[in-house]
């Protein structure tokens, strides 16, 4: 029996989102390829390793086995490899993010990058979209990883993905009377500063009853009927719904989760990052679970 690292690769992976599609947007592969390298390792094994509970798939018997050593050989595999590939790139880099990108993929990438180029040592943090911006133009940081307007986007800006971003409720409470509660990201949230400009224009009355920090902590908020968000359309689901205004709103704009560097600088540690990051988190991550 020969097991190739790649499919327990994808076995893990699929262990770890809890389903084939999710599984496949993290590594980057098709649902279908996913499915053909848990097949042939089912059919190398002799044996299922996954069984379908509900809308998730969870290990087997045999799948359990298979886990700890599955772990062991790919975090061999992926010491040996990175040995071979390291370079000689050197230097300290500032990294920082919003929190709309899955900190267990930004976890895995930083460590894939280090074992790739020991010399580098990267320094990661998760703050606010409007603190990213100014740290990163007055070189207080090297790379930010935050949301902008189409408007606000720039040539030298790497995007990552698009999103359309909706006003959400649950689907209990359609909150048709004013004030609106709302519900934001705290006193530094970016979407505030299109938002509260389109309830003025059109004189919806709101006030602000809740802010957190995670979109998680706003989603569980929404579900729990206080009151009203702006969220990316992917948290829709479930009992979480688009919320119908009493008046006609403008449209919300569409999102940029992009890649900024200092501007006019990007010295090759800095590049080889970025290329990373641009790499590992180009598809559009999964809504939270309900």
């Not at 279908?32 to 509970?53: C, F, M, N, T």
């Not at 009493?246 to 919300?252: A, D, F, G, Q, Y």
Request: some cysteine.
């Amino acid at each position: 029996m020969q097991l190739d690292i790649e499919s327990l690769r994808v076995l893990l992976t699929v262990l770890d989102t809890g389903g084939m599609t999710s599984a496949a947007q993290r590594l980057h592969m098709g649902q279908s390829a996913v499915s053909r390298k848990v097949q042939r390792l089912e059919e190398r094994v002799g044996q299922p390793l996954l069984i379908r509970d509900g809308h998730t798939l969870r290990p087997t018997r045999a799948g359990r086995a298979l886990i700890p050593d599955a772990k062991e050989m790919i975090e061999l595999h992926d010491r040996a490899a990175a040995r071979l590939e390291s370079s000689e790139l050197s230097g300290n880099i500032s990294l920082s993010s919003n929190g709309e990108i899955d900190m267990v993929q930004i976890a895995s990438l930083l460590g894939a990058f280090r074992r790739r180029h020991p010399g580098t040592e990267v320094e990661f943090s998760v703050d606010h979209t409007g603190a990213l911006q100014d740290w990163v133009d007055a070189g207080d940081l090297d790379v930010a990883i935050f949301q902008v307007t189409d408007e606000a986007l720039r040539p030298t800006d790497i995007k990552l993905w698009t999103e359309k971003l909706v006003f959400v409720t649950s689907a209990s409470d359609p909150f048709a009377d004013q004030p609106v509660p709302f519900l934001d990201f705290g006193d530094h949230c970016y979407y505030n500063e299109f938002t509260h400009g389109i309830f003025e224009r059109a004189g919806v009355a709101f006030r602000t009853v809740f802010s957190a920090a995670s979109s998680n902590d706003v989603r569980a908020a929404v579900q729990a009927g206080i009151g009203v968000a702006t969220m990316s359309a992917r948290y829709l689901g479930d009992d979480v719904v688009e919320w119908k205004p009493p008046v006609e709103l403008e449209p919300l704009p569409h999102i940029n989760q992009i890649i900024r560097t200092v501007p006019g600088e990007r010295p090759e540690a800095v590049a080889a990052l970025v290329e990373t990051i641009r790499n590992e988190l180009r598809v559009t991550p999964s809504a939270v679970a309900a």
